[in-house]
């Protein structure tokens, strides 16, 4: 009976297996359908230098504007994609977008850096550099070092000596790094010397904790330190009331984005974000 029990169990775990298998296959094909039908678009989120106020560019941010289901956030349908070639194929079309909407921008007199989001698989291609050239090609009026390229420290550590070849080749073309979610991943310390990425994103889960949580706030200090050391420069985002930017902007810290400044926003909103937005620092504004 025992060993019919786990017959049963067996053929049970099979159908699950089945069922998550097609589950996956479906969700993919389903996404494969959105790039087809143009579903996929960026919304812009602000970043800004909190101190003196100035804007210094936009992180463009992928939304999936499903016919059923409303406006999707990454979440909600990205790590489906992961360790799948679909993956590189969005990310191309997040690049060639980005860059697109910066030639617009660039043709209206706008002249808004840019950072795209990179995927570790999209990274760790061989002929990501030469891709990367390629798009920048398609638009000649967007200078190379206005698009920076955003990846996850976590996504750099699975083969280090490669990232760092890929980072360097595309700042040959002129396009730099920034590692985000920075601190999350362990060793930051060592593996920073192995990426020469120009800036380091201090994630929004120290920023968020930082006015009740010391660790936090010994967390950011570190990172603030370690980019002083290596010569990178820092932004922190997730700042959402102006008792963070105070804080970040005393401890040497004055760039950030976060809800605080301005949420992510459709591509047609930021031009009209960027004139509305006075220049007096995020201090001032309370
Ligand atoms: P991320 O790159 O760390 O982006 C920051 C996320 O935090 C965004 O969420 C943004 O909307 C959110 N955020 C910004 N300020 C605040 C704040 O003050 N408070 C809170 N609670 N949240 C804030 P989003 O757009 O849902 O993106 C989530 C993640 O998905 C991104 O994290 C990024 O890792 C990934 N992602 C987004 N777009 C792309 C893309 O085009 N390609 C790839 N590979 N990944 C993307
Ligand atoms: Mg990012
Ligand atoms: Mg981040
Ligand atoms: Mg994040």
Same mark, same amino acid.
């Given at each position: 009976a025992a060993k019919q029990a786990g017959k049963n169990r067996y053929h049970l775990f099979d159908v699950a297996q089945d069922n998550a298998i097609k589950i996956q296959h479906d969700s993919l094909e389903r996404i494969r359908l959105a790039l087809s039908r143009h579903e996929f678009l960026l919304y812009y989120q602000p970043k800004v230098n909190?101190? *003196? $106020?100035?804007?210094?560019g936009a992180e463009a941010l992928i939304r999936w504007q499903h016919p059923e289901r409303g406006l999707l956030n990454p979440a909600e349908f990205l790590p489906i994609t992961e360790d799948h070639p679909i993956s590189i194929e969005i990310g191309e079309w997040v690049i060639g977008t980005a860059l697109a909407q910066m030639s617009s921008w660039h043709a209206r007199g706008l002249a808004v850096p840019v950072s795209v989001n990179i995927g570790a698989r999209q990274l760790q291609q061989d002929c990501f550099a030469t891709r990367l050239s390629q798009l920048l090609a398609e638009h000649p009026?967007?200078?190379?070092?206005?698009l920076q390229l955003e990846v996850l420290e976590t996504s750099c550590l699975e083969d280090l000596g490669k990232v760092g070849a890929v980072m360097k080749a595309c700042q040959a073309v002129g396009v730099d790094f920034t590692l985000d979610d920075? $601190?999350?991943?362990? *060793? *930051?310390l060592s593996h920073l010397k192995h990426l020469p990425a120009a800036t380091l994103k201090i994630d929004q889960s120290f920023v968020r904790d930082m006015l009740d949580d010391p660790n936090d706030l010994a967390i950011i200090n570190g990172v603030i330190g370690l980019a002083r050391a290596f010569g990178r420069s820092v932004i922190a985002e997730g700042v959402e009331t102006a008792a963070h930017a105070t804080l970040l902007i005393s401890m040497g810290c004055e760039d950030a984005q976060g809800y605080g400044i301005a949420r992510p926003m459709p591509a047609t909103d930021l031009p009209a974000w960027i004139s509305g937005w006075?220049?007096?620092?995020y201090v001032g504004k309370t």
């Amino acid at each position: 009976a025992a060993k019919q029990a786990g017959k049963n169990r067996y053929h049970l775990f099979d159908v699950a297996q089945d069922n998550a298998i097609k589950i996956q296959h479906d969700s993919l094909e389903r996404i494969r359908l959105a790039l087809s039908r143009h579903e996929f678009l960026l919304y812009y989120q602000p970043k800004v230098n909190m101190k *003196s $106020g100035e804007v210094i560019g936009a992180e463009a941010l992928i939304r999936w504007q499903h016919p059923e289901r409303g406006l999707l956030n990454p979440a909600e349908f990205l790590p489906i994609t992961e360790d799948h070639p679909i993956s590189i194929e969005i990310g191309e079309w997040v690049i060639g977008t980005a860059l697109a909407q910066m030639s617009s921008w660039h043709a209206r007199g706008l002249a808004v850096p840019v950072s795209v989001n990179i995927g570790a698989r999209q990274l760790q291609q061989d002929c990501f550099a030469t891709r990367l050239s390629q798009l920048l090609a398609e638009h000649p009026n967007v200078q190379p070092w206005s698009l920076q390229l955003e990846v996850l420290e976590t996504s750099c550590l699975e083969d280090l000596g490669k990232v760092g070849a890929v980072m360097k080749a595309c700042q040959a073309v002129g396009v730099d790094f920034t590692l985000d979610d920075f $601190g999350t991943g362990y *060793s *930051s310390l060592s593996h920073l010397k192995h990426l020469p990425a120009a800036t380091l994103k201090i994630d929004q889960s120290f920023v968020r904790d930082m006015l009740d949580d010391p660790n936090d706030l010994a967390i950011i200090n570190g990172v603030i330190g370690l980019a002083r050391a290596f010569g990178r420069s820092v932004i922190a985002e997730g700042v959402e009331t102006a008792a963070h930017a105070t804080l970040l902007i005393s401890m040497g810290c004055e760039d950030a984005q976060g809800y605080g400044i301005a949420r992510p926003m459709p591509a047609t909103d930021l031009p009209a974000w960027i004139s509305g937005w006075r220049h007096l620092g995020y201090v001032g504004k309370t």
